[in-house]
């Protein structure tokens, strides 16, 4: 865990632990077409703009949402919003 820890906080962007720790959950959700480009931009609090550039910047690859894939944003991000509220009410 600490070699995760060290890499987290080691990310340029963003000024605390959680916010870089969202971005990576996020992310995770993104590329794995859990979440729509639209949703991650909402839950990282940024714009589509800001959020295509940083990804492009990063050169991360993501797509968009068909369908039967956006069925699963629902359950995925209910599944993160309660794990970022029991991680705030710590």
């Not at 995760?4 to 963003?14: A, D, M, N, S, T």
């Not at 959020?51 to 068909?66: K, N, Q, R, T, V």
């Amino acid at each position: 865990m600490q070699e995760i820890e060290k890499v987290v906080w080691g990310f340029p962007l963003f000024k605390t632990y959680e916010e870089k720790e969202r971005f990576f959950k996020v992310l995770g959700l993104l590329v794995s077409h859990q979440i729509t480009f639209e949703k991650a931009a909402e839950l990282l609090k940024l714009d589509r703009e800001k959020l295509a550039f940083l990804l492009d910047l990063l050169e991360i690859d993501y797509s968009f949402l068909d369908e039967e894939e956006a069925n699963l944003e629902r359950r995925a991000v209910k599944k993160l919003l309660e794990e970022l509220k029991s991680e705030d009410s710590l």
